[in-house]
């Protein structure tokens, strides 16, 4: 393989939270290299900490939030040790930039839609005024507002939803960033402007070099846009590779109950292969494989030594003791093994 | 076949915002019916209207022509106090936007129970909290989580405390506004597999509203299409999936994102576009082309879909 440039590198990143005098531990030990002009999507669990852990790249963890432990490199400086707002000004918007995934709170209920983009464009590309407004009324058009010009003095609450989320698309290209983290930035969106969306993402990344982080449900969805793939579940990464690696030949237990969960893979009338059982509690400390006890498969090492990363491929890691050479003989669900022809044969 | 009971039907449904020159009509001319037991689904564009026809329903959006009936009682416009509150206990609504629509200054556990408090709908404090708990534990969620505020959970566990709101009121009709969006696989197969359930055992009937149509495709007994406003489309599932008619519902579905890299890197999109209608001289109307397949077009055009079913 290539040498490639890293451009972010997280390294065994804790992250808590403190709520009425008690510590949630949101992220456990995570770490991620992420490479300069990759599409890479994060998927995994509710509650896995998508969210929190790249947040914690553009410092907007909540105010209970603190990184406990670990280093997070970006341009030879080590951004989890970063204090003050001013430090991250230095790199917020055009070395990173995130749509957040509740478009509401991102955007003020009280000014016109058009007016906050033209903001975020006069503060980061240094034009003004009607240059500015120009521009902004063109980012409207690009994320397919129709009618951008009316548009343009309207409030956030005279969009629907899917709209609203585009503008916050907008706002976030509109600066141009290194780095562009999409936290669910398409699920309020219909298919076909999905699919716009997903289009204008990958032309800004080939014009500008952009590397992009893409958090998402849909596999639908990552399996258009990602080079490749990272699974969390309960505050770790737990498998990460190339796309094609993650959805033919996946090997962590949770990515398999992931895939088998698809609505595709399921029989109308008859029930989804849903996990059994609830996320861990992020209160105490997890023992072993935390995915061990929702796992029917567990083997009796899961619920008492945590997993290290063993490897698959150069390019394929995942965190489990199935890939131990000391692990006894199994065989993986059939519907994983035979993923790729399932999906043919349901859904082409 | 036995007569299927009507639940909902919205005849000739227009909404509007504003008024004089400021008037936006949103959604015009929209009819439909939905039966008792079923799954209804509505997708379509973003800004399309869905979430306002959603809205009309639970008399939170007033319609400014048409009418909206409940068991064949008009509901829209000016109704009884009485029935009003039925109205409002009886059609539940899970809400797209589970950031906006929560109380955040309210713990888990007052939002969920709000519904049973305005309505008596427990025998005491322990019953309350044993109806919170269960709600919960429905929607995957930790029973401890009730103390708990709202802006202390991820996107997809806020959107499970808004369906745990609406479901533990027992309602007849739910207009669920894109109930699965914000949720990982599966919790969605979880929450969907709960919405099939309480359908079977309970007789429950939704309206349900999603752009993910892999999902709307396993759970919706009937699709209505929808673009600007105006329903283009409607036909049971297997019916819409297999023969689409209208350009924009083929648009729609060539779009669907499949979970495969390797087809989804290389596969080919239908673009619609709305001029190549030409209703100038032929005005389209909504017509019945095949027993419960509706389709909007003009004369021409449903001469075309007619030879594309053949
Ligand atoms: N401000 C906060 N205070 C306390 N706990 C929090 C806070 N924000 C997040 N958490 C917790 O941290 C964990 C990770 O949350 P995060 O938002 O990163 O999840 P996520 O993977 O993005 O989930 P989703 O897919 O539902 O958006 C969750 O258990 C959540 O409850
Ligand atoms: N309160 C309001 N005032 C003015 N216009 C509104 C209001 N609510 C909705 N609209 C407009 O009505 C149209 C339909 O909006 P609606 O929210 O119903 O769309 P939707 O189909 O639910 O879209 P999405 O899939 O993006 O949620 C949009 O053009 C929107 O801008
Ligand atoms: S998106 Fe751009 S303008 Fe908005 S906060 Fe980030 S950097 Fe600043
Ligand atoms: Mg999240
Ligand atoms: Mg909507």
Request: charged share 30%; aromatic share 6%.
């Given at each position: 393989m290539e040498n490639k440039d890293i451009i972010l590198s997280a390294k065994d990143v804790e992250i808590e939270f403190s709520l009425r005098g008690k510590k949630l531990k949101a992220i456990r030990k995570c770490s991620l290299d992420i490479y300069r002009g990759e599409t890479l999507a994060i998927v995994g669990e509710?509650?896995?900490?998508?969210s929190v852990f790249t947040k914690s790249f553009i410092g907007m963890l909540d105010s209970n939030g603190y990184i406990t432990n670990g280093e997070i490199m970006?341009?030879?400086?080590?951004?989890?040790?970063?204090?003050?707002?001013?430090?991250?000004?230095?790199?917020?918007?055009?070395?990173?930039?995130?749509?957040?995934?509740?478009?509401?709170?991102?955007?003020?209920p009280l000014k016109k839609i058009g007016v906050q983009i033209k903001e975020a464009i006069e503060l980061h590309r240094g034009v003004k005024g009607a240059e500015a407004k120009d521009i902004a009324i063109e980012m409207l058009r690009k994320v397919g507002i129709p009618e951008p010009e009316r548009r343009y003095n309207q409030y956030p609450h005279e969009f629907s939803g899917g709209m609203r989320q585009r503008v916050v698309i907008a706002i976030a290209v509109s600066c141009n960033p290194e780095i562009l983290i999409c936290d669910e930035p398409t699920t309020a969106l219909d298919v076909t402007i999905q699919a716009q969306i997903l289009d204008l993402i990958r032309k800004l990344k080939e014009e500008l070099n952009m590397t992009v982080i893409y958090i998402t449900h849909d596999l639908g969805v990552v399996a258009n846009v990602a080079d490749r793939v990272a699974v969390m579940y309960a505050g770790q990464i737990v498998e990460y590779g190339l796309a094609e690696e993650i959805f033919f030949d996946a090997w962590h237990p949770y990515t398999w109950a992931l895939l088998s969960a698809l609505p595709q893979l399921g029989e109308k009338g008859e029930e989804l292969e849903a996990i059994e059982g609830t996320p861990p509690n992020l209160f105490v400390e997890i023992k072993g494989d935390a995915f061990a006890p929702r796992n029917k498969r567990a083997l009796a090492i899961d619920f008492v030594k945590e997993p290290p990363f063993f490897d698959i491929t150069e390019t394929h890691k995942a965190k489990t003791w199935y890939l131990d050479p000391r692990c006894p003989k199994f065989e993986r669900p059939s519907n994983i093994v035979n993923y790729r022809e399932i999906i043919r044969r349901k859904v082409y | 076949m036995m007569e299927k009971e009507k639940l909902i039907e919205v005849k000739d449904v227009q909404i509007s915002f504003g008024s004089g020159r400021k008037k936006f009509v949103a959604v015009d001319h929209v009819n439909f019916d939905i039966y008792k037991g079923e799954t209804f689904s509505l997708v379509g564009e973003s800004g399309s209207g869905k979430t306002t026809i959603g809205r009309a329903i639970l008399r939170i959006n007033p319609t400014s022509a048409g009418d909206i009936l409940f068991k064949g009682q008009k509901i829209n416009g000016k109704i009884s106090k009485k029935l009003d509150r039925e109205v409002i206990r009886k059609i539940q609504m899970i809400f797209q936007d589970p950031q906006a629509s929560l109380n955040e200054r309210a713990k888990v556990d007052y939002i969920i129970s709000e519904g049973l408090y305005n309505f008596k709908l427990y025998k005491d404090n322990r019953d309350k909290t044993r109806k919170v708990q269960e709600a919960l534990k429905g929607v995957g969620l930790l029973p401890e989580f009730a103390s708990r505020f709202p802006h202390e959970f991820s996107g997809g566990q806020r959107q499970r405390i808004g369906i745990a709101r609406a479901l533990i009121m027992d309602p007849e009709f739910v207009v669920a506004d894109e109930p699965i969006s914000a949720l990982d696989v599966s919790?969605?197969?979880?929450?969907?597999?709960?919405?099939?359930?309480?359908?079977?055992?309970?007789?429950?009937?939704?309206?349900?509203?999603?752009?993910d149509l892999s999902v709307v495709k396993y759970i919706s007994d009937r699709i209505a299409v929808i673009y600007e406003g105006r329903i283009v489309e409607l036909a049971e599932t297997e019916e819409l999936f297999a023969h689409p008619l209208h350009p924009y519902t083929k648009a729609l579905l060539s779009a669907i994102p499949i979970p495969d890299p390797v087809y989804e890197k290389q596969k080919k999109l239908l673009v619609y576009d709305p001029s190549m209608h030409d209703y100038s001289v032929d005005q389209p109307a909504w017509i019945e082309i095949k027993e419960g397949h509706f389709v909007y077009g003009n004369k021409a055009e449903i001469e075309g879909y007619r030879k594309e079913l053949e």
């Open positions: 509710s509650g896995s900490g998508k970006c341009d030879g400086r080590d951004i989890a040790k970063f204090k003050t707002e001013k430090e991250w000004r230095t790199l917020r918007g055009k070395k990173i930039s995130m749509v957040m995934q509740d478009p509401m709170t991102s955007l003020n | 919790i969605r197969a979880q929450v969907l597999n709960l919405l099939n359930r309480l359908k079977a055992e309970k007789g429950l009937t939704y309206l349900f509203i999603a752009h």
